[in-house]
């Protein structure tokens, strides 16, 4: 019998989406695939995360979005998108036409309860993708501001009425912020989703000190990049003990080591973010990279690595 080539060996299942690879660019970061054509091989990808889709267009925070530091970077795009309408009329056509083999979760938001499963529902009769994310980090309006995950209530509600309106595999993606992110995901397994997105951006703030005010226009924003990798890895180990529930790790990963980490931490695939976008030919040498690693080790399944992570005793 031959040994398993690299294709076989990082072949992965994600709640009964077969994948490929386990690798995902991550929502925000690859716009709706269209936007990097002629710049990276989207086939050669497990899957790709859509930019964020509500109900209406969003014109976003106003400019300066983003801002960088030494470890990472600052953003406040503020959701800004073309509308669910957009999105299936035209995005959604262009994927099913040119992305075969990576699979496609679309990114919901909403700034209302049942804005979720409306977007889901206006989705539903469209081909190109394999489910859906959702992005409870953004603010209730009725309820504060206060953001969808950090609320039992306002997520398991908005879980079930998004699972009501489809079939698809449900993604929930929570914010490291919460304080008990384990039990945040239950909430939202319990209430239909398939698994989870980890984790989403964390708070921050950024100065300009020259002008004294914050480096980006919205004033605080999202932090992305290699410091936020011990914070998802540390997310990801702690749902995956309290759940087993499927996972897309994602937050810092820049190397085959740092995906690795997720995995071992629990999760099933990775999503990469901030370090494709800065160097777009990062996603086929890190899955080379990976390939052999495993192969060194004689790893024959990416997949045996899920939650193999030894706790000292």
Known sequence: MNAPGPTSRLAVELAGIPLQNPLFLASGTAGYGRELEGVMDLERLGGLVTKAVSMEPRAGAPAPRVAEFPSGMLNAIGLANPGVDAVRNEHLPWLATHVKRAKILVNVVGSRVEQFAEVVARLEGSAGFAGYE?????????????????????LREVVSRARAATRRPMFVKLSPALPDIARAAQVALDAG????TLVNTMPGLLVDVEARKPALGFGTGGMSGGALLPIGVLATWKVYRATKAPIIGVGGIASATDALQYLMAGATAFAVGTAAMRDPRLPPRLLRDLASWCEVRGVTSVGSLTGSVEWPT
Not at 135 to 143: L, Q, T
């Open 134 to 154: 959702l992005n409870v980090s953004c603010p209730n309006v009725r309820a504060g501001g206060m953001e969808f995950g950090a609320d039992p209530e306002a």
């Open 193 to 196: 989703a398939t698994g989870l």
